[in-house]
């Protein structure tokens, strides 16, 4: 099978597999860090062949959405490859990417190894921040039963991935605990530059948030 071919035939996998997800990690998110990449990509003269498999099979399984099994995702998606006759060095190259790219907590290093992991970890990040980043992160904390916003439960700046794992607080501490963060985590000078915007958008965001929650009119 020609690259093409493979990417076309994972690309369908994932959008049957992830349909529907209702946790803002459902074909959609794929797609767009998908898109994302390969503009990315371009802009830093990365492999498109690793970045397009990586980003479309980053979620493939998420630790979050499997009883915290950070071996699962990579597991799967090595399965996928081999069943897809990918040489070896490539299966490894995109796993290694689909197993280093989360987010672990605020002091926790999440750093990649190639260029591409840093493509594509940009990618999904990009995501995670802006006004999709918000929608995504209130639809997570609806999935996960969590209250929107809890004055009384301070967000936590997490040292260890075992404490971001296990955190249950409200969604707006999120943002404090991770996603005002990304913007400075970007590895890549494009997605830094597109990180700026939506980070922007987000604060405005979290003014108006607390401004109309302690009754300003
Ligand atoms: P990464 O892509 O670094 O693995 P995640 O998959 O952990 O990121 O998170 C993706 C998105 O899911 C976040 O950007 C956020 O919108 C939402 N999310 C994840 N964890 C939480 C949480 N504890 N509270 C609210 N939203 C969350
Ligand atoms: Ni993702």
Redesign the pocket.
């Known amino acids: 099978m020609n690259e093409e071919t493979i990417i076309r035939k994972t690309a369908d996998y994932i959008r049957e597999k992830l349909s529907g997800e209702g946790?803002?990690?459902d074909w959609w998110?794929v797609y767009r860090v998908w898109k994302n990449a390969v503009h990315i990509a371009g802009e830093e003269d990365a492999d498109l062949n690793v970045v397009q498999l990586a980003a479309l099979l980053?979620?493939i399984s998420?630790?979050?959405l499997n009883d915290g099994d950070c071996e699962a995702g990579p597991r799967l998606a090595r399965e996928w490859l081999e069943k897809m006759k990918v040489d070896e060095a490539l299966a490894d190259h995109v796993c290694e990417i689909i197993k280093d790219?989360?987010?672990?907590g605020a002091g926790v290093n999440?750093s990649m190894r190639t260029k591409e992991g840093m493509v594509v970890?940009d990618a999904?990040?990009l995501?995670?921040?802006g006004a999709i980043?918000i929608a995504?992160?209130?639809?997570?904390?609806g999935f996960?039963k969590?209250e929107i916003h809890n004055p009384e439960i301070r967000p936590e700046l997490h040292d260890t991935f075992e404490k971001y794992k296990n955190?249950?607080?409200?969604?707006i501490?999120?943002f404090y605990?991770?996603?005002l963060l990304l913007k400075d985590l970007m590895n890549t000078a494009t997605a830094k530059k597109i990180a700026e915007g939506r980070h922007l958008y987000m604060e405005q965001f979290l003014e108006r948030f607390h401004k109309e929650w302690n009754g300003e009119y």
């Open positions: 946790s803002g990690h998110h980053h979620d998420d630790w979050k790219i989360s987010f672990k999440t970890q999904d990040r995501d995670a921040i980043g995504r992160t209130f639809a997570y904390g996960k969590r955190g249950t607080g409200p969604a501490n999120h605990e991770k996603l």
